[in-house]
T-cell receptor
């Protein structure tokens, strides 16, 4: 089944303790992206990757890191989490054709709480 | 930055009725997409309409796009209880020379009353 898999589904952590949220897709998509969803603010893009070893900042990159060493994986790293990073996180992937006619496939989400 | 704004924020209708949601955006786009999200779950892609298209259908969904007014609408016909969800419009305004990705609105929460 074509899908984007995020882990973990839920995570409670303490301020300052480094964590990684994994994201993997099995569709051979070039493009991958991370979003966070907060009440009243909607979905905001954190980072995206156009292909292996190509990453760039989205609208809210502060406090996050990403890497794209393999096409299928795009982990999100919080080096020193803070309570304002408590949110629902989504990974998404897509083909990137010349006419931009592809929708995104989203993972099921990771609900992160930083205390 | 928020590009799309959905209207209304919430909509409650009876099962079998049609539901219409609107989306307005600010800049030129390559395409506009609609997604559905069931409570706290991942978003599901519904339909994509390119900037040179005016209307598109997929099953019970009908999407229109008016680039002169920078607006789109999503019509769900013959609604069902399972259509209860939040619906988001997302715009792709990527130019290839800078920021890339979809910009989402805040969504319309649709409730279908049995």
């Amino acid at each position: 089944e074509a899908q984007v898999t995020q882990n973990p589904r839920y995570l409670i952590t303490v301020t300052g303790k480094k964590l990684t949220v994994t994201c993997s897709q099995n569709m051979n998509h070039e493009y991958m992206s991370w979003y966070r969803q907060d009440p009243g603010l909607g979905l905001r893009q954190i980072y995206y990757s156009m292909n292996v070893e190509v990453t760039d900042k989205g609208d809210v990159p502060e406090g996050y890191k990403v890497s794209r060493k393999e096409k299928r994986n795009f982990p999100l790293i919080l080096e020193s989490p803070s309570p304002n990073q408590t949110s629902l996180y989504f990974c998404a992937s897509s083909l990137k054709g010349p006419y931009r006619v592809y929708g995104y496939t989203f993972g099921s989400g990771t609900r992160l709480t930083v205390v | 930055s928020q590009q799309g704004e959905e209207d209304p924020q919430a909509l409650s209708i009876q099962e079998g009725e049609n539901a219409t949601m609107n989306c307005s955006y600010k800049t030129s786009i390559n395409n506009l997409q609609w997604y559905r999200q069931n409570s706290g779950r991942g978003l599901v892609h519904l339909i994509l309409i390119r900037s040179n298209e005016r209307e598109k259908h997929s099953g019970r969904l009908r999407v229109t796009l008016d680039t002169s007014k920078k607006s789109s609408s999503l019509l769900i016909t013959a609604s069902r209880a399972a259509d209860t969800a939040s619906y988001f419009c997302a715009t792709d305004a990527s130019t290839g020379g800078g920021a890339d990705g979809l910009t989402f609105g805040k969504g319309t929460h649709l409730i279908i009353q049995p």
